[in-house]
């Protein structure tokens, strides 16, 4: 089974500022595959990137996904205030998420 | 734009069966574009995928719960159902049903049902 590990656990940033998380995979996996999606509190995922870096439909250009074999990334290029959530990524099982937090 | 929505007991006994409902609006669940499945997140801990269908009755399910749970669709009524049998504490999540495409969206999971809370607890 491949296991999905993120990093950090959780980012302390502010408004404005950039966010880079990190989804590392036990195994190399196919980047057509791969997922991430946020969560707000008391609410279900919500899918903001598929196949490693396409923007899901509505999902702002300041979201941003890339990265290959088991290494991979989401990038949010400027922090707005509905931005601090948790993120996930999935490839068949998910990671254990990053909590962006003011 | 579809949309699901699960129902079912929130609170259900030990050694007891958990029956779940997804009913989905705004689309049929009997299109050979999407699988239907249920996704579940314990408190604190990650989601964990439980079981997809396809139509037609094609069922997958986790390796790690395959023996106690089953996945069905009601085409009638434009709804897929969970059951997960002998539940215990370790069964205590919030339970999402979510839909994923065929080939659209890389297989991701692309529209959830706003979930349903359950707690097994006597």
């Known amino acids: 089974e491949i296991v999905l590990t993120q990093s950090p656990g959780t980012l302390s940033l502010s408004p404005g500022e950039r966010a880079t998380l990190s989804c590392r995979a036990s195994q190399t996996v196919s980047s057509s595959y791969l997922a991430w999606y946020q969560q707000k509190p008391g609410q279900a995922p919500r899918l903001l990137i598929y196949?490693?870096?396409t923007r899901a439909s509505g999902i702002p250009d300041r979201f941003s996904g890339s990265g290959s074999g088991t290494d991979f990334t989401l990038t949010i290029s400027r922090l707005e205030p509905e931005d601090f959530a948790v993120y996930y990524c999935q490839h068949g099982t998910f990671g254990q998420g990053t909590k962006v937090e003011i | 734009q579809m949309q699901l929505q699960e129902s079912g007991p929130g609170l259900v006994k030990p050694s007891e069966t958990l029956s779940l409902t997804c009913t989905v609006s705004g689309g049929s669940i009997s299109s050979n574009s999407y699988y239907w499945g249920w996704i579940r997140q314990p408190p604190g801990k990650r989601l964990e995928w439980i079981a997809s269908?396809?139509?037609?009755?094609?069922?997958y399910y986790n390796p790690s719960l395959k023996n106690r749970v089953t996945i069905s669709e009601d085409t009638s009524k434009n709804q897929f159902s969970l059951k997960v049998f002998s539940v215990t504490a370790a069964d205590t999540a919030v339970y999402y049903c979510?839909?994923?495409?065929?080939?659209?969206?890389?297989?991701?999971?692309?529209?959830w049902g706003q979930g349903t809370r359950v707690t097994v607890s006597s």
């Open positions: 269908i396809f139509h037609r009755g094609s069922t």
């Open positions: 196949g490693a870096s």
């Open positions: 979510v839909r994923r495409p065929l080939i659209l969206h890389g297989g991701a999971f692309d529209i």
